[in-house]
């Protein structure tokens, strides 16, 4: 199922890296050569982005064979070939470095995921992430984090609600907040954020589905998981760090959100290694 | 001097956040409502993209005040007093999280650039970006690098030429490789990478202006150096960290480029915190 | 709060049918000219999108000026002034097609859904819209429904589950279905599409939040409706109309979703009458 | 020959609906499943927008393959084949909605059209549209109309001149502004809306190409045909509907031209009935 | 009256010349650094696209002051000024060559047809533009003919029907052609290209409502005239230029085209003459 | 390798002359019409831009069949095929203009860049471009050149440091400019407009690694290259005709450049000839 969105995006990042042309590639590979490009793990994580990487090259130049042999979600170590990438050189060269830098980051948001997801083993919590996305990339970002066994948080502003303390300010306390979030229509769940058990308390009161528990340590955590379990849903978030995570994860939360896996992953080392053959 | 192409990138950032509409906002918090909003750095750094801020709130409403107290390349410490936004409520609260996520992103930028900037002072060596950017922010990404007190390499790959391996063997040769990016204008360099003093002795009888010296040691480094002084400028690249930096510096080069830079700089900590002013 | 999304389509709009020029005004009226111009309703209805028309003139020339009389969701009958657009008069002249056709069109769904709305007074069930709306006007028309009292079902298809027949079948099932449609985050409401009582318990136990009751009559929505309370809301759909809407609605259903809001609604009657000025 | 301009609408409008994903066919239909759907007629009518729905598709997933029964223009029963589209569940699904959407809201538009086309047979009248038509939709809708047996009238502002009463008052008069609009250029007619004999003749005078005969009832039309015979061609416009239109088409004019062909033709009940084919 | 269409023009073509910054104002020019620019003329023509420079100006910093000395359309001498520049140095140096290659050009469009027109005054004929314009300028260079003294063709392929050879061939005759380009609607004129009398009669008895008569000499023309008085308008075409225009002219045809009005005009020169006041 | 940037433009184009239809083709041109069309060179030049042909016909419809004769950047005589194009015959006649509008005027590029390298022969001189170029043309127009034998100065203002008088006053003086551009990377050149040979001087000693000599006769720049010889590049520019080009070229200039090349190139006469084939 082709992805229009992805296509405008990747058309947009090849025109902010290409500019008016490759010079270098244009002047010293001629048009006849031909060449087979690696790609293959320097470090351990999970893949993600490997279709971005396969569209890079598909706009370049339908011409370009990319074969991957990992898909996206699976685990890779040192030396592991991830994908292959063949045909006439000039594309191959000239997209090299923006499906590199989509592949390495968004490997980067997998593998984190997935340590946090590792981490929390059977605990029965699910890890989400937040909106701290890279602009212009959220959608690429929230796939990786489903990637590395994650699970998505709302993907913007219209599609989830979640009230925070200046809403609950301006609404005029709790209650008034979350009724007013209910006018509008049914299909939207109404998420609190708490900071104590005074507030959490008004808000199952209120009848928020889910509980935001904003820097709660372990036993103030289980405290408030006792309170409302069988009456909303519970997500721990705040500095979370792999850690913290465990501890936190015990206390019997549903969902715990980590901004930094997106906020602050890393690059993944992933390489691109060329074979070059001049057509005679 | 207006930036029409940043407006367009936050008209689209905004609406992958906003999606149809910030719906918690709109029904919580009164049209009329008003409120402050104050940035202020939880840790230390240089700030960059402060400009970026004013504009998401600009794009929202232009009845939004936005006042920084620091200029883009300023530093800050935990506490400093950022910018502060104030007006109506709505705006304010929906245009928070991408603000935030383009001012941690780029400050980070600026904030690990100050750092190598640091560490190589009284060498005389520059610290360079490379084109290992976030697909979609390179501009705001080398900016923030020359916030941070670096400089940037080329933009992309039509504002310069660097010829590496591959095109070497494509085009037959250093020498043939330099001859044909020399055809087409006078007005790009010529650097070449090199991972040896073989490959350099050549690139410079080719008449290279610059030399990328891709993960040389600092010996090799100051031979390299030596070699190259007075015919072409000399480029250390590859896995360069805090740690491993200034030795490199020491070594005499020109340059160091850093792909970490713009890769692997995990966001710097500012906040908003908002004083709500619901009008009577 | 600017609606920069409207402004591009607006933009669209006017280029659609403005095309290179409007020959007649710019050959015929001076450019000195000035005119007044009046909307006012020549039948009744409920006022929608009259920022629209403000906004079409604003983007012709901002030397327009458009004062509006009533507010959207505010009623009108025959007679009664809507707005006043004064200023030059070649732009005048040329968005009047394009504001009339906009007011006229939003005006119609909104005064449709007030007609529904009223229909169901007193009996607590609320008004939906659906996605079967104009390709391109969905935001719009989605207001439309609010500003005549309606509510909004899901805006599209990534924020809102609906599990329908298809859907069943593919994952085998309606609780495998459920099961799946929570598999991804919880601030997604299920909702589950249902023929039968059979099915409706079946969706009951498979936890989902809400049951669509696909053209059931009084009776069998009364028996639904008792079965439901308390484990899911209910949403009554398929051939409403407003001879039987108040029959489906003492049935106790929570909502009431109605396609011809926004597919069958004809264009409500508003004029616009000038007065021109011509300079001397 | 492909439609560009269709395509760029078509990615706008299920970008509207699908958003960053159709979450719940995402979740709970496996990318394997395959199916089919039948497009049928529940109502008569007039087909249009067939070659739109298959497009919905295509972008979706090339894989996709869409059959149509019957072409735009021809007539269909309660009961009718119209189209076939089969192949992986997942886009079907997905485009269902849209493509539904544009079908029917097309085809109401050519069935509405056929009937006045109907109303006036064997009077020599042509059904004309107006630019009532839908924001964004213009193209489309005056391609319905053909499909159902009328013409278009000037596709916008840029295409034709019809000089209307402001336009004769900033002008001047009749005559004065018939100057004007001819002064461009020979490739547009001149028409001028006329509400009384006097003013008739006073176009007639001025050399008008055509006259829009505004709101007048059969007997005057039949005077102002007589006066215009041979001198200008004659087009009734205003409050025309299925019960006066024979009576006006009986004047002997030319044209009638009917807002309503494209502002207020409800929907037509088309159907897409899908066979769910899960791969083992 | 805003011209939405051109700013996005603007827009494009500032991006073209821009890039990703003026690195050379940028760096050599402080940003308090003022100047006042002179566009003056250094040879005689006609003015076009002044405002396309302001808008240059404006699109790039809003605090730019820009005043036109002369309007579009008014003729100008070597030395004349035409407009002066005033504000911050930066845009003003930035967006110099857009706005000189823009006033150039389209002045050069004007300044030839002003020659054409000239030469045959008090002929009768009426000098007009083709569609052999440069892709992406035919609004602004369609308008610089109108500010020479010429008159607008038809603006592209939907706004007036001209029937050639190949359309003859393809319908089967003259007749059947002029049969069918009537059948669509009423609003546009049909023109049919002839190459000799026998053609014509043909096309006259089909009833064109005007004639392109394609590279006949003065004789052929003025026997062409003959025919066509009072049954349809004239037109010659075909490699007409300045020597021979007037003979052609006095054949009695009303129109003339000329493909080299903007095709062939080459740059009239206006410089743009700066004084640079550094802030202290 | 696919230029996604060209396909862009050629669809708004396409769409500036396209309209909503091509009314004269549809109307009169049966769809199952086939024809072949000739593309013949008139007069005598160099090709260029015979793949914006191509891709003209591609966009319309991917059924015609395009087959170029010759390659850009090969001279043709009058009366040399250049490209046949064939299939349905309404997509080929919608397209013709606009193919041969980018043909005729790419083509007048490179031919008169050709006839300027040919004036230069055995100097050893190369032909540069300016940014004297169309607005939306430059990719195009740049190419043309390279296809006549010349060479491109910089894109635009991003990829090359030209320091003009402006900018020196601005930066209090030459040295100080050329230090300012340094300051930024390694990767531009920096070359500096002088007009005399004390300015020369100076910008040699500054360390200018390029020098545009402005209008200078062919004795002073002798003197300028005999001064500059290995310390920089030189470039004559200013004023370049055929017939002085050769004298200046001998002065031992490494460039010229010239504005001529792109803004006034008359348009080269290649026409297209159909032969029409109904089906029947």
Redesign the interface.
Known sequence: ??D??LIE?L???????????????N????ES?R?VGRFAARGAGVLSGIDCARQVFA????AVVFEAHLADGEPFEPGTPVATVSG????I??GE??S???V??LSAVASLTRRFVDAVSDTGV?I?DT?????????LE?AAV?HGGG??????????????????????GIAA?VE??R???????V?VEVDTLGQLEEALDAGAD?LLLDNMGPDLLREAVALARGRA?T?ASGGVNLTTVRALAESGV??ISI??LT??A??VDIGLD?E?Q?SK
Chains 1, 2, 3, 4, 5, 6 share one sequence.
């Open positions: 199922m082709s229009f969105g995006d058309r947009r990042w090849l025109a902010e890296d290409v500019g008016w042309g490759d010079v270098t590639t002047r010293c590979v001629p050569a060449c706009l370049l130049d339908p006439p050189a000039r594309p060269l000239t470095r923006l590199l830098n989509l390495q980051r699910t989400l909106r701290k996305t890279t602009p212009g990339l959220r959608r929230k489903v699970c998505n948080h709302r993907f913007g502003l219209s599609d989830g609600i979640l009230i925070k303390d200046n809403h609950i300010i301006a609404a005029g907040a007013a979030a006018s509008g229509n049914a299909m939207l769940r998420e889910g849903w997500e549903d969902y901004g930094a906020h602050s890393a690059a060329f070059m001049t």
